[in-house]
């Protein structure tokens, strides 16, 4: 059974650091896209982050320069350095993969893990 797992969130204080990380377990062929969502109470859940196979990179506006998404092929992980956080960035983050199975490709979720920015 295919499992994304993410580990990474707490608390942390305005203009601190967290590194969220999202690793792929299971039996599959490959993972295509890797991405990072994050929904906020009342709120919808957002793209935060993309990153492709071959590492081309998409940033939501409000995190670009402060947020790297990253991959490790060979570990099926995926990464969210975030840095200089601000009080609204706290929200649940999930991480969000197109995994191939065969031919066909499935959509799965992380169960996400909470981010809080507060002092």
């Known amino acids: 059974q295919v499992q994304l797992v993410e580990s990474g969130g707490g608390l942390v204080q305005p203009g601190g650091s967290l590194r969220l990380s999202c690793a792929a377990s299971?039996?599959?062929?490959?993972?295509?896209?890797m991405r990072w969502y994050r929904q906020a109470p009342g709120k919808e859940r957002d793209l935060v982050a993309a990153v492709t196979r071959s590492n081309i990179t998409v940033y939501a506006d409000s995190v670009k320069g402060r947020f790297t998404i990253s991959r490790d092929n060979a570990k099926d992980t995926v990464y969210l350095q975030m840095n200089r956080l601000k009080p609204e960035d706290t929200a649940v983050y999930y991480c969000?993969?197109?995994?191939?199975?065969?031919?066909?490709?499935?959509?799965?979720w992380g169960q996400g893990t909470q981010v809080t920015v507060s002092s």
């Open positions: 299971g039996t599959f062929s490959s993972i295509n896209a």
């Open positions: 969000n993969a197109g995994i191939r199975i065969g031919y066909p490709v499935y959509d799965y």
